[in-house]
């Protein structure tokens, strides 16, 4: 039965650690400038943390093909509510304003 | 049927089997964690949104903050995450001594991240760093200013961070009432369910934090500003 597979202590652990070395990448990046790439580098560090604790902690490298499809809807949705409500805000001002006159 | 009556106990007549049942289960967790993905990405897209309109207030505001103990949070957060796990992992092996030892571990580090978050809180309070008719921003000569865009950083660090204590608060609670089943011994390797849902909400308010914590705390870190002025 797949829904009862039991994930090796030993990938727990290895997780366990592999999320706190990332948290400590994070903070290291974090105190260098790399100009318009700062908050991209912190966003790549969080998502893969977050797919670690997915994949893993939340069984869902070992879930049903249902499940996965829930899973993966869910963090979809979110980027289409981040990507169309930035692509109104970050573009304001880029085209010319027209005058109409009278 | 009769041989096959160990693995019924626990099953709810509306379902086949306890395959299905379990799968159904861990389906509705996912469903309402979705809800609670879109929910907390409402509070992420007003960062962005105000973020974007004021990158530089977002930054020095940020470097108000103690990166120390954020990053500690996030360790503790990690720490209680794994616990969590530890205790599903009891739960499918049937030990209960696990199921409560994971238990009481994770209610401890997400107390122990709560009573860091009161710390963060008071010292906020102090500094008039509370949105609201008292609050100010120190400029660039030390003088606390009013309404200054530092103020919208503040408001969401409040929203985002208090929306997340909450869901710990309301986590820890249920803890304490699974604690009581598991010492009732109402957890089986058949019937776990409760365990392993939990486990995912669990997982799910550590992600909050894993993308909160740099988006919150680090922003200001590159730009030389030390922490509060103290």
């Not at chain 2, 469903?31 to 974007?52: K, P």
Request: include cysteine; charged fraction near 10%.
């Amino acid at each position: 039965m797949s829904s009862t597979h039991t994930v090796p202590l030993k990938i727990y652990f290895g997780v366990f650690i592999a999320l706190c070395v990332l948290t400590g990448v994070t903070v290291w990046t974090a105190k260098h400038d790399y100009g318009a790439l700062n908050t991209p580098v912190a966003l790549a560090i969080a998502g893969l943390k977050a797919s670690l604790v997915i994949l893993f902690f939340m069984h869902v490298k070992y879930s049903s093909k249902l499940t996965q499809l829930f899973a993966f809807a869910g963090f979809f949705w979110l980027v289409l509510l981040l990507v169309f409500t930035l692509q109104d805000f970050m573009t304001r001002g880029m085209l010319p304003t027209y005058v109409f006159k009278h | 049927m009769s041989d096959h009556a160990h693995s019924t106990v626990g099953l709810a007549h509306h379902f086949d089997d306890l395959e299905q049942q379990k799968e159904s289960g861990t389906l509705g967790m996912w469903a309402f964690l979705i809800t609670e993905v879109l929910f907390f990405g409402g509070l992420f897209g007003a960062y962005a949104v105000y973020r974007s309109s004021y990158p530089d207030a977002f930054m020095r505001a940020s470097a108000q903050l103690d990166v120390n103990l954020g990053g500690i949070n996030t360790i503790v957060l990690i720490v209680s995450s794994l616990t969590m796990a530890l205790a599903v992992y009891a739960a499918q092996k049937g030990s209960k001594g696990g199921i409560i030892a994971g238990l009481v571990g994770t209610w401890v580090f997400g107390a122990a991240f709560l009573v860091v978050k009161y710390f963060e809180y008071k010292h906020k309070w102090e500094h008039h760093l509370i949105p609201g008719p008292n609050f100010l921003f120190p400029d660039a000569h030390g003088v606390g200013q009013h309404g200054t865009p530092e103020q919208l950083y503040f408001a969401l660090y409040f929203a985002m961070t208090g929306m997340h204590a909450f869901h710990m608060i309301i986590g820890l609670v249920i803890l304490v009432w699974m604690m009581k089943k598991a010492r009732r011994g109402d957890f089986t390797v058949h019937n776990y369910a409760l365990v392993e849902n939990f486990g995912l909400y669990w997982h799910f308010v550590d992600i909050v934090w894993i993308f909160l914590f740099p988006l919150l705390y680090l922003i200001g870190a590159h730009s030389g500003t030390p922490g509060a002025p103290h």
